[in-house]
């Protein structure tokens, strides 16, 4: 593997993207900004397209595409970042957020929960609970005067 260029996007250890495979597209943001708002393009959409890319390994592009599954047109991911009024502040606030993103999806599965049983403790426990509990309410109940 060939060492990242500045500009290539380091999602993890095993996945660079490289700078190439990213679609930017700039517009107005809707932020702070005042009249500069209505003049600027500081709105950012980066766009990188995970089911045809060479960057992602054979291995984890189906673990990924399933996990970021609602997110993606036609395999295609797309975050939007327009929170500063600088657009170069809002490119690398996108390029951060598709990163974890990114990172997120190709994370590996958590390990499953062993099953475990309740402990004879814990099961004295809960019913003692239990009878405290319908004691009370049967207290509260009150008997039937007729007088």
């Known amino acids: 593997m060939a060492p990242a260029a500045r500009d290539d996007l380091v999602v993890n250890d095993r996945i660079t993207i490289p700078v190439g495979e990213l679609r930017e597209r700039f517009s107005r943001s809707s932020g702070p900004g005042g009249q500069g708002v209505n003049t600027t393009d500081s709105r950012v959409e980066l766009s990188y397209d995970l089911a045809r890319s060479a960057s992602v390994p054979e291995s984890l592009r189906e673990r990924m595409l399933d996990r970021l599954r609602s997110r993606l047109v036609d395999g295609v991911v797309t975050v939007v970042a327009s929170e500063h009024r600088a657009q170069l502040a809002n ?3 996108a390029r951060e957020r598709l990163a974890t993103l990114l990172a997120e999806a190709a994370a590996p599965p958590p390990r499953r929960r062993r099953p475990t049983k309740p402990s004879r403790g814990a099961k004295e426990r809960r019913l003692t609970a ?3 509990r319908g004691r009370l309410k049967r207290d509260r ?6 007088e």
């Open 141 to 146: 109940r009150g008997g039937f005067d007729p």
């Open 91 to 93: 490119r690398e606030a």
């Open 130 to 132: 239990k009878k405290q």
